[in-house]
Structures are given as structure tokens and as C-alpha cells.
């Protein structure tokens, strides 16, 4: 479980996430939903990792900073603050240890893919396969751009 707090920019509230993964950004299929023209659909997303949180960034125009630091990750520690766009959030820990969310659809069906496949088995493996998925992901975008 995740503890977020909202501290500039937007409504002050904070939120308790039991996703072992969650996206942040302005779009509803975020866990983390924030109404601000600065945000992008899918800003950023924070996931845990051998016991550890790990924040990547997805944002192009407006980027993600972690105390102040523009950064693309970012390994996260209680009382960090992360500026997505215009919107301060406090990072209140969480405890790493909790059992990798299963990914559900609207449907209800379960999510597939790298990611799916590894999630829950082996931490590491799963960082692994995140971080692999974005470096692919940028390749194929710079191609058939």
C-alpha cells in the first residue's frame, strides 16, 4: 500500500493505494486521477520493487521532478516530493511488501502482456520487464514516427 498526499496545486487530500503499481496523471484509468491541464493522460507511475519504489516518468512536455530534481526515475523515500506539472504530491512511503495488485480491465478480464506475465512472481524480474517495456516503447515510437 501506497500513502500519497496532494500539497500544492490541486485539493489538498491523500490517498491510500494498495496497487502495487500506480499511475498518475489526468486520464480516469489512472489509480491517481488529477484534474490539471499541466498533467498528462499517463504522467508518471510509482511501482514497488524488491521492496523499494520506483517512479518513472511518462510525461514529454511537462516532466515529473523528485525534491526539486527533473528525473526520468526515481527511487522514492517517505517525505519526497514529487512536482507533476503543477501538482505537489508528498510521498508517504508505503510497505513494499504488499502482493503485486492482479490488473483487471473494465471487462473484468486480466491483463496481459511482459509486465502480466511477471507480475507477482519475482520483484526484480518484474522491474526488469517494466524498465524493458519502456526502452521498447521509445524505440517504436522514434520508428514509425
Known amino acids: 500500500m501506497m500513502k500519497i498526499s496532494v500539497i500544492d496545486g490541486a485539493p489538498a487530500q491523500s490517498f491510500e493505494l494498495p496497487e502495487d ?8 484509468r489512472n ?3 488529477l ?3 499541466t498533467l498528462s493522460r499517463k504522467h508518471c507511475e510509482i511501482a514497488a520493487v524488491n521492496g523499494r519504489f520506483l517512479l518513472v516518468n511518462h510525461a514529454r512536455t511537462n516532466g515529473t521532478c523528485v525534491n526539486g530534481r527533473p ?3 526515481a527511487f522514492l523515500k517517505p517525505g519526497d516530493t514529487i512536482l507533476v506539472g503543477r501538482v505537489a504530491l508528498r510521498f508517504d512511503g508505503g510497505d513494499g511488501n504488499a502482493e503485486f495488485a492482479k490488473g483487471t480491465s473494465k471487462g473484468g478480464m486480466r491483463k496481459r502482456g511482459l509486465i502480466g506475465a511477471v507480475q507477482g512472481k519475482d520483484p526484480v524480474l518484474y522491474g526488469v520487464a517494466y524498465v524493458a517495456g519502456l526502452a521498447l516503447s521509445t524505440l517504436v515510437y522514434v520508428m514509425f514516427r
Open 21 to 28: 503499481v500506480v499511475s498518475i496523471g489526468r486520464s480516469r
Open 31 to 33: 489509480a491517481l486521477v
Open 35 to 37: 484534474n490539471d491541464s
Open 71 to 73: 528525473v526520468g526515475e
